[in-house]
């Protein structure tokens, strides 16, 4: 059964997604332009690929539920 708070997770880790996705144009304008020292760059995208990949996870699993709750045709 899907509930409220996997719905509100999936909705929060959407928000972040796009945050992610701000931060992670802004990284490779930074490593494109050739940054001295990309180490942060690369962490920023580290980091916004986790979040990309939970985002994904979480919302195949809940539409996943959603599917198993629809009446069958």
Do not use: C
């Amino acid at each position: 059964m899907l509930s409220k708070n996997s719905v509100r997770l999936n909705m929060a880790l959407g928000a972040l997604s796009l945050i992610a996705l701000l931060f992670s144009h802004l990284a490779l304008t930074d490593i494109y332009h050739g940054e001295a020292s990309a180490a942060a760059e690369w962490a920023v995208l580290q980091v916004s690929a986790a979040v990309f990949v939970m985002f994904i996870a979480l919302t195949l699993l809940n539409l996943r539920r959603v599917l198993k709750q629809l009446p069958q045709q």
